[in-house]
Structures are given as C-alpha cells and as structure tokens.
C-alpha cells in the first residue's frame, strides 16, 4: 500500500509560491507504484487523486486489504536528500502484548521488518550518491498498522524546493523505495 500524504482538503507543506506537498506525495506515489509493478509486485495507491483522507482512514484501509507493506510518502523542508522513518513506541515491548492488539501498537509485531525494508531503502539511495537519514518517530499512522510500514520524505533546500519535482531524484527514490521492498518480499506476508 502506497499513500501518498495529504490529499483534498488538506494541502500538507507549502513548498513554495506554487508547490504543494500532496501534489509532490502523488506523484511520487505513482511512480512507486510503476516500479513495484516493473517488480512483479503487485501494489495499491491509498489515494490515486486528490481526496481527502484522516489518519484513521489510512490505517482502516491499509489494514483491511491486508496489505504486505505500507509506505506513506511525505515532502518537507529543511533538509536535502531523503528521510526514512520506522515506527517507534514507548514501549517496545507492549507493542504485542494481550489478546487484542491495542490501536497505537499495531504496527508493533512488524517492526524489525518495518527497520530492514528502511535499512534497504536508505542503502540503495547513499549508492545512488543520494543523502538518507534513518529515525524512528511516534508517527501517525505508522503505530495503526498492521504490517510493516515505513514513511519516506523527500527533504529539500528551501531556497530549492523545485528540487522535489525533479523527475531523476524522484525516479531514484522511486527505484529504491522498490528495491528496499523487492529484497524483503519473501518475507511479507499479506496479499500481493
């Protein structure tokens, strides 16, 4: 499942005069979906248009599909290159604990897959000469789902901003958010 972040009502960042990070997010997001299929993976964009979605609707969503993967894309500023986030708890340990997994912990049980698609990734962008910065954040809504998940942002110089839109950075992004998935497929579960 890609989601690409924002969408309708909510614009995300301004990133500029003109740009808008949930237009960034789609196209980054169909681009993601073009090499996981080049793959044989099959994938799901969470929004292929400009609609509105809450954070609760997201995880709903990927989790009703039983998605394999889950990977939320996002744009911002300051910064240059891209940052990979992976789910982080309080307490890691609760995170599976008890007969029902609790809403904020779901994502718990998957997160050392969640860290190595993230390891991949981050690999393939510094072979790619390109800046990647791995942390884990309480991330909404990261914590809500029920596989591993990931949430890619591509960081610009605000004085360079149209630097997003670059269609070589983003193909590269595109290419090893694939390859970061492709080497860890044997390992997901779920439908693909």
């Given amino acids: 499942m890609i989601d690409a972040g924002h969408g309708g009502d909510d614009n995300g960042?301004?990133?500029g005069s003109k740009l808008l990070e949930k237009d960034v997010t789609l196209a980054l997001a169909r681009k993601i979906k073009a090499e996981l299929q080049e793959r044989g993976i099959g994938v799901r964009l969470m929004r292929d248009g400009d609609i509105t979605l809450t954070l609760e609707q997201r995880a709903e969503a990927s989790n009703q599909e039983r998605a394999a993967a889950y990977v939320a894309i996002h744009a911002g500023t300051p910064g240059g290159g891209v940052r990979i986030y992976t789910?982080?708890?309080a307490v890691e340990s609760e995170a599976g604990a008890g007969k029902f997994l609790p809403w904020d912990n779901a994502q718990g049980n998957y997160l050392p897959l969640s860290r190595v698609i993230a390891r991949g990734i981050a690999g393939e962008l510094k072979r790619k000469d390109i800046t990647a910065?791995?942390?884990g954040t309480a991330?909404?809504?990261l914590n809500n789902i029920n596989a591993p998940a990931i949430a890619i942002e591509l960081a610009a110089d605000p004085d360079n901003v149209q630097d997003l839109t670059d269609q070589k950075f983003q193909n590269t992004v595109a290419a090893a958010v694939a390859v970061g998935i492709a080497q860890v497929r044997a390992q997901l579960g779920g439908q693909e």
């Fill in 139 to 141: 991330l909404r809504p």
């Fill in 133 to 135: 910065v791995m942390l």
């Fill in 87 to 89: 789910p982080a708890f």
């Fill in 13 to 15: 960042a301004r990133l």
